[in-house]
């Protein structure tokens, strides 16, 4: 059975100080992994996909690597409005169609 | 480009009554197409997902069902809704497999 868990469940930062959100996952071959940005009361926005061990990709703040039983989602120098959840997903080559997902960090940033 | 339609966005049902959530993609064809469920401050649930035309995989059992009449549309339905089926219902679709999962806007209900 395909498992995803985050770390830690929620986290504090002040503005500018940098930290990483971690997604342990088993499965039995990796397709993707995912990561995604949910702000309250609205749906998953996508950040990235990532395919393989040693992938790493970067989008302003946020840079997210993998490896072949973990991701990590880097935060540099954050900002209030990266306060949000930060959801991460699998889909695995033996489950078809299915995505799971992991329960989610919510992180605040304050001024 | 790819986009999602979902709603109604935010309804109150009675407990015993139907339940029908729609869910609608442009831009693509023969996407795959999933019904999440979230709890507050909760991860994502997958419901339903489908490959295809009348294709429907369940993933939990439930008093819910899924149905796509159309390539590109994908419903959700109770005849009787439980007040455990509150949440935030979210669609999705991707375009084939491993490929980016995009996610609809959601659609929360409360049940009373």
């Known amino acids: 059975e395909d498992q995803v868990t985050q770390s830690p469940e929620a986290l504090r930062l002040q503005e500018g100080e940098s930290s990483s959100l971690n997604c342990s996952y088993t499965?039995?071959?990796?397709?993707?992994l995912f990561w995604y940005r949910q702000d309250p009361g609205k749906g998953p926005e996508f950040l990235f996909t990532?395919?393989?061990a040693g992938e790493e990709k970067e989008k302003e703040r946020l840079k997210a690597t993998l490896t072949k039983k973990e991701s990590f989602l880097h935060i540099t120098a954050p900002k209030p409005e990266d306060s949000a959840t930060y959801l991460c997903?699998?889909?695995?080559?033996?489950?078809?169609?299915?995505?799971?997902f992991g329960e989610g960090t919510q992180l605040t940033v304050n001024p | 480009s790819q986009t999602i339609h979902q709603w109604p966005a935010t309804l109150v049902q009675p407990v015993g009554s139907p339940l029908s959530l729609e869910c609608t993609v442009e831009?693509?064809?023969?996407?795959?197409l999933y019904w999440y469920r979230q709890a507050a401050g909760r991860g994502l649930q997958l419901l339903f997902y489908?490959?295809?035309?009348?294709?429907i995989s369940s993933e939990v059992p439930q008093n819910l069902s899924a149905s796509r009449p159309q390539d590109r549309q994908f419903i959700l339905s109770s005849k009787k809704l439980l007040l455990s089926d509150s949440g935030f219902y979210l669609c999705?679709?991707?375009?084939?497999?491993?490929?980016?999962?995009?996610f609809g806007e959601g659609s929360w209900l409360t049940v009373v």
């Open positions: 997903a699998v889909q695995a080559t033996t489950s078809g169609s299915r995505l799971t």
């Open positions: 499965v039995s071959g990796l397709r993707g």
């Open positions: 990532l395919y393989s």
């Open positions: 831009g693509t064809s023969n996407p795959n």
């Open positions: 489908s490959v295809g035309i009348g294709q």
């Open positions: 999705a679709h991707q375009r084939g497999l491993g490929n980016t999962i995009y």
